[in-house]
């Protein structure tokens, strides 16, 4: 089955500068590749998403891209600010049930 | 999250004893979700619905049953808990294929 990786487990920032997460799949047929936000004590959250027909796709201070090539994608927040302080989880999919397989994590810490 | 809700937020039970834990929506979305999620390993999936009485297996299924009677209910059963199963449960629906999940708020269970 799917494997995704993600990396780096924990990130620490000050705030105003950039974040970058990086995560790669291993099943070439995955098509649909999304991240999720997540507060403490709270449900995961969708901050952004990717199809393979894609390459980038950005949404105000976020912006994710798709290496179908080299199987990964990645996250970029710029302009950090306290409250993107979370966990983040990307993800990929294929096909119909969508059932998607998580990446394990990234601790975001942005620094005042 | 609007949509979906998750019974009960918190449990404490005894090893042996059964539990349900119940997951409610309103979107009418296809596909329901149970996910578990515990330190250094992400979110790994339990069960799954693509439809009402229509279920499969996860990756991490051994010890959980579901059933789907109803459109807008997924129950979770443990037949006999065990401090193996104590995690953060999250119930999640999507419309399907290439699109993200909606996650509920959580059931912390705590197997004692």
């Known amino acids: 089955g799917e494997n995704v990786e993600q990396h780096p487990s924990t990130l620490s920032v000050q705030e105003g500068d950039s974040a970058v997460i990086k995560c790669t799949y291993s099943?070439?047929?995955?098509?649909?590749f999304p991240w999720y936000k997540q507060e403490l004590g709270k449900g995961p959250q969708l901050i952004i998403d990717i199809r393979s027909n894609v390459g980038e796709k950005k949404d105000q201070r976020i912006a994710v891209t798709l290496n179908k090539t080299a199987k990964h994608f990645s996250l970029h927040i710029t302009e950090t600010q306290p409250e993107d302080s979370a966990v983040y989880f990307c993800a990929a999919s294929k096909g119909a049930g969508n059932k998607l397989t998580f990446g394990g994590g990234t601790r975001v810490l942005v620094k005042p | 999250d609007a949509g979906i809700t998750q019974s009960p937020r918190h449990k404490v039970t005894e090893t042996g004893t059964p539990v349900t834990l119940r997951c409610h929506q309103t979107?009418?979305?296809?596909?329901m979700y149970w996910y578990r999620q515990d330190p250094g390993h992400g979110l790994r999936l339990i069960h799954y619905?693509?439809?009402?009485?229509?279920?499969d297996k996860g990756e991490v299924s051994d010890g959980y049953s579901v059933s789907r009677s109803k459109t807008e209910d997924f129950l979770l059963t443990l037949e006999s808990a065990t401090s193996s199963q104590t995690s953060v449960y999250f119930c999640?629906?999507?419309?399907?294929?290439?699109?993200?999940?909606?996650f509920g708020s959580g059931t912390r269970l705590t197997v004692v």
């Open positions: 619905s693509y439809g009402v009485k229509d279920t």
């Open positions: 099943d070439s047929a995955s098509n649909y």
């Open positions: 999640a629906i999507s419309e399907g294929g290439g699109y993200g999940y909606t």
């Open positions: 979107e009418n979305h296809r596909y």
